[in-house]
């Protein structure tokens, strides 16, 4: 039988029989491990009736299931005891993280609350872990999971030759906490002591050693947690053999305006000698043939044709490399032997 301070006594009946009574539902393990309640009014006079009332379901909920540590969670919860300024019990509820204490928090008058808090950093990473709510001074709990991810490592680029710069990029790892390790095949490429930021993060930048071609394996170590991801080692680049020109083929023989024609155009020919020992018996020119650009020595000009492997002297105004019969020449001021 329901007793003050839960009910109030008496209860009247107005003239048709009918009575209003407020009920506070007391907080116990009987109430605590039901979900629904039956009530029974009986008057004076041995007539009874019944009536049932559904309770709400405890439960929390998490605006974020897996979040890395230090992180801040909101937890909601419903289906508390209510705080009611009528009832004699004020119920609080004690958060707890796997085996870690929380805070503890008053239902509002509905039965709910909502709190924030961090993430442990004493939760192993990566891990999943119970967050419980316990009814002080009841055995009632309720939990929900939460879940800490695993510690990443990315590199970028993925792939590339020995020399390349990489930059190593880690997350969901420990805050402040130093690096101990970057390393790509059995190489480190971390540089000057490093720790991570206020997310669990870092970005190291390094040039990649020298290794041989193929996967290697890219590990970072903070406090203790191991992360890996993976780097192509790609042949070093070569640089294609080009391909040479292809050498001219001299002429068997050659008229001097062509042959020359660089010389001439220029007017840095001044006159072209060969000697064939062959005739130097036979006059008029005992052996000697000229060659001279100038017009006005066009029809005594007897070198008609410049031959290959046969020797010429020729004589230039100016310092000129010119290519002659395929062939590139260093040519000086003055008088110059060449062999065609």
């Given at each position: 039988m329901?007793?003050?301070?839960?009910?109030?006594?008496?209860?009247?009946?107005?003239?048709?029989?009918?009575?209003?009574a407020?009920?506070?539902?007391e907080?116990?393990?009987?109430t605590?491990?039901?979900s629904?309640l039956q009530?029974?009014?009986?008057?004076?006079g041995?007539?009874?009736?019944?009536?049932?009332?559904?309770?709400t379901?405890?439960?929390?909920?998490?605006?974020?299931?897996?979040?890395?540590?230090g992180?801040t969670v909101?937890?909601?919860?419903?289906?508390?005891?209510a705080?009611?300024?009528?009832?004699?019990n004020?119920?609080?509820v004690?958060?707890?993280?796997g085996?870690?204490?929380?805070?503890s928090v008053?239902p509002?008058?509905?039965?709910?609350?909502?709190v924030?808090f961090?993430?442990?950093?004493a939760a192993l990473i990566?891990?999943?872990?119970?967050?419980t709510a316990?009814t002080v001074?009841?055995?009632?709990?309720?939990?929900?999971?939460?879940?800490v991810?695993?510690?990443s490592?990315?590199v970028?680029p993925?792939a590339g030759?020995s020399?390349?710069?990489v930059?190593?990029?880690?997350?969901?790892?420990?805050?402040?906490?130093?690096?101990t390790?970057v390393t790509i095949?059995?190489?480190?490429?971390l540089?000057?002591?490093e720790?991570?930021?206020?997310?669990g993060?870092f970005t190291i930048?390094g040039?990649?050693?020298?290794?041989?071609?193929?996967?290697?394996?890219?590990s970072?170590?903070?406090?203790?947690?191991?992360?890996?991801?993976?780097?192509?080692?790609?042949?070093?680049?070569?640089?294609?053999?080009?391909?040479p020109a292809?050498?001219?083929?001299?002429?068997?023989?050659?008229?001097?305006?062509?042959?020359?024609?660089?010389?001439?155009?220029?007017?840095?020919?001044?006159?072209v000698?060969h000697?064939?020992?062959?005739d130097?018996?036979t006059?008029p020119?005992?052996?000697w043939?000229?060659?001279?650009?100038?017009?006005?020595?066009a029809?005594a000009?007897?070198v008609t044709?410049l031959?290959?492997?046969?020797?010429?002297?020729?004589?230039?105004k100016?310092n000129?490399t010119?290519?002659?019969n395929g062939?590139?020449?260093?040519?000086?001021?003055g008088?110059?032997?060449?062999s065609?």
């Open positions: 329901l007793q003050s301070p839960y009910i109030t006594y008496p209860i009247d009946l107005d003239s048709g029989g009918n009575w209003v407020e009920i506070i539902i907080g116990n393990s009987a605590f491990g039901t629904s009530f029974v009014a009986k008057d004076t041995g007539a009874s009736a019944t009536a049932s009332v559904s309770l379901t405890r439960k929390i909920t998490l605006d974020d299931t897996e979040s890395r540590i992180s909101k937890v909601n919860g419903v289906g508390f005891p705080t009611n300024v009528l009832s004699p004020s119920f609080r004690n958060l707890t993280y085996s870690n204490n929380l805070k008053t509002d008058t509905d039965g709910e609350f909502e924030t961090l993430v442990p950093t990566p891990s999943t872990n119970t967050v316990k001074g009841t055995t009632s709990t309720v939990t929900v999971d939460h879940s991810p695993a510690a490592t990315s970028a993925a030759p020399g390349t710069t930059t190593v990029t880690g997350t969901n790892f420990r805050a402040f906490r130093t690096i390790d095949g059995v190489l480190t490429i540089g000057s002591s720790t991570t930021d206020a997310d993060g930048t040039v990649l050693p020298v290794l041989p071609p193929g996967v290697k394996v890219v970072s170590t903070v406090g203790g947690v191991k992360s890996f991801s993976s780097f192509n080692v790609l042949e070093p680049d070569v640089p294609p053999t080009p391909t292809p050498t001219p083929t001299p002429a068997p023989s050659i008229s001097p305006s062509i042959g020359l024609a660089t010389l001439i155009s220029d007017e840095n020919l001044v006159r000698w000697f064939d020992p062959s130097q018996d006059p020119s005992f052996a043939a000229l060659h001279d650009p100038r017009p006005i020595f029809l000009n007897t044709r031959t290959t492997g046969k020797f010429y002297w020729m004589s230039v100016e000129r010119v290519t002659l062939k590139e020449r260093v040519l000086f001021a008088w110059n032997p060449v065609w």
